[in-house]
């Protein structure tokens, strides 16, 4: 069981990472381009924020299901904070009477920089995965 919820966590990364680099692409060329927010801006952003969600879920089931090191901790304050910045980042700027494309920017851009911080915290590569 522990090695399900391991792996799942370890694999589901790429999908948030992918995600987050799609939502960055897009967002970039929507304020590029002066276009104002659209479904597609809104959809990639609940997307990442939802994938983001889920892996925190995965995170917090290996955490229960296998060992504790101090380490950890970094990693897990920088993921909830990650997780924190992406959502308010999208709901602030739904909220707005017009919103636009540099929040959700600038929220997916630092979102990813505290998700690969959190994962080199624990010594491990944002592109490696851990045989057990
Ligand atoms: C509060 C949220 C999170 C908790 C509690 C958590 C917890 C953990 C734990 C306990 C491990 C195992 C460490 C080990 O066995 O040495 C781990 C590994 C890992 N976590 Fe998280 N995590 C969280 C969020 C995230 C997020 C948001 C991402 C990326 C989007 C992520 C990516 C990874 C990666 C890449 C590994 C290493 C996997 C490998 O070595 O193959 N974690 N996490």
């Given at each position: 069981?522990?090695?399900?919820?391991?792996?799942?966590?370890?694999?589901?990364?790429?999908?948030?990472?992918?995600?987050?680099?799609?939502?960055?692409?897009?967002?970039?060329?929507?304020?590029?381009?002066?276009?104002?927010?659209?479904?597609?801006?809104?959809?990639?952003?609940?997307?990442?924020?939802?994938?983001?969600?889920?892996?925190?879920?995965?995170?917090?089931?290996?955490?229960?299901?296998?060992?504790?090191?101090?380490?950890?901790?970094?990693?897990?304050?920088m993921m909830v904070l990650?997780?924190?910045?992406?959502?308010?980042?999208?709901?602030?700027?739904?909220?707005?009477?017009?919103?636009?494309?540099?929040?959700?920017?600038?929220?997916?851009?630092?979102?990813?920089?505290?998700?690969?911080?959190?994962?080199?915290?624990?010594?491990?590569?944002?592109?490696?995965?851990?045989?057990?």
């Amino acid at each position: 069981m522990d090695r399900m919820f391991f792996y799942a966590h370890s694999g589901l990364r790429y999908l948030v990472l992918l995600a987050g680099v799609l939502a960055i692409g897009y967002f970039a060329f929507g304020l590029a381009t002066k276009r104002p927010f659209d479904k597609g801006g809104r959809i990639l952003g609940a997307s990442f924020a939802g994938l983001l969600h889920l892996q925190v879920l995965l995170g917090i089931l290996v955490l229960v299901t296998r060992f504790y090191y101090p380490a950890l901790i970094g990693h897990i304050v920088m993921m909830v904070l990650a997780a924190v910045v992406a959502q308010v980042s999208m709901s602030v700027n739904r909220r707005r009477p017009q919103p636009n494309f540099a929040l959700p920017l600038a929220g997916v851009g630092v979102t990813l920089l505290l998700i690969i911080g959190g994962i080199m915290a624990i010594g491990r590569g944002v592109f490696t995965t851990t045989a057990m």
